[in-house]
């Protein structure tokens, strides 16, 4: 079992929906949870982080965290054809840096 | 400020060949980390340094695989004689060390290594 398990998609959803990205971790030690978002061809970019459980909201996008479930999602409100690209989720266990990913979901947004 | 940049961008070897990619982190920056894109899957974890001690090589795959930080500023990332699975993104990260910071790892674009 791989320690981030996570939906690689492809997602196809119209343009102003609401997306819901999901991941799956079976590590209960202490840890940060991330979402990064990679462009094509680019390398992965921050988009928000959390340690705790509950929702932490930036614009458009909210990160949640569900320790008791070991799941973790990021919403994207009224998506944009710029918000197309491959969402990564990560996380990181405290006080040892190196960063686990998942596969990523390969999100479109239709115009 | 600059970001983290890789070079090269692109980088065909033939197999068997030796290779070097280079990182150069943001400025200030401690800890470096590189990591290894195949298509269509996460990063996976290579090696990590803070300053120039290699604290963490776990992730390297084989004893062909080299990296060092001899400053503490840029990283060389080196795979000898080269084998096809080899091929992939290789991405360089570098953040600030320090509790409650070290999360924020910023990525350079990548090197794309493909070997024929």
């Known amino acids: 079992q791989k320690e981030v398990e996570q939906d690689p998609g492809p997602l196809s959803v119209p343009e102003g929906a609401i997306v819901s990205l999901n991941c799956t971790y079976s590590?209960?030690?202490?840890?940060?949870f991330m979402w990064y978002r990679q462009y094509s061809r680019k390398g992965p970019e921050l988009l928000m982080y959390?340690?705790?459980?509950g929702n932490k909201e930036d614009g458009r996008f909210t990160a949640q965290v569900d320790k008791s479930s070991k799941y973790i999602s990021l919403f994207i409100r009224d998506s944009q054809p710029s918000d197309s690209a491959t969402y990564l989720c990560?996380?990181?266990?405290?006080?040892?840096?190196?960063?686990?990913f998942g596969t990523g979901t390969r999100l479109t947004i239709i115009p | 400020g600059a970001g983290v940049s890789q070079s090269p961008r692109y980088k065909v070897a033939k197999r068997g060949q030796d290779v070097a990619l280079r990182c150069d982190p943001i400025?200030?920056?401690?800890?470096l980390f590189w990591y290894q894109q195949a298509l269509g899957q996460g990063p996976e974890f290579l090696t990590y340094?803070?300053?120039?001690?290699?604290?963490?090589k776990s992730g390297l795959p084989s004893d062909r695989f080299f990296a060092e930080r001899p400053e503490g500023s840029v990283s060389t990332l080196k795979i000898q004689r080269t084998q096809q699975e080899d091929s992939a993104v290789y991405l360089c990260?570098?953040?600030?060390?320090?509790?409650?910071?070290?999360?924020?790892?910023?990525f350079g674009p990548g090197t794309r290594l493909t070997v024929t």
């Open positions: 590590n209960s030690a202490f840890q940060y």
């Open positions: 959390t340690y705790s459980s």
């Open positions: 990560a996380r990181a266990n405290f006080g040892n840096e190196k960063l686990t």
């Open positions: 990260a570098s953040s600030l060390a320090g509790r409650g910071t070290s999360y924020e790892q910023y």
């Open positions: 400025s200030g920056h401690v800890s």
């Open positions: 340094f803070q300053n120039e001690a290699q604290l963490d």
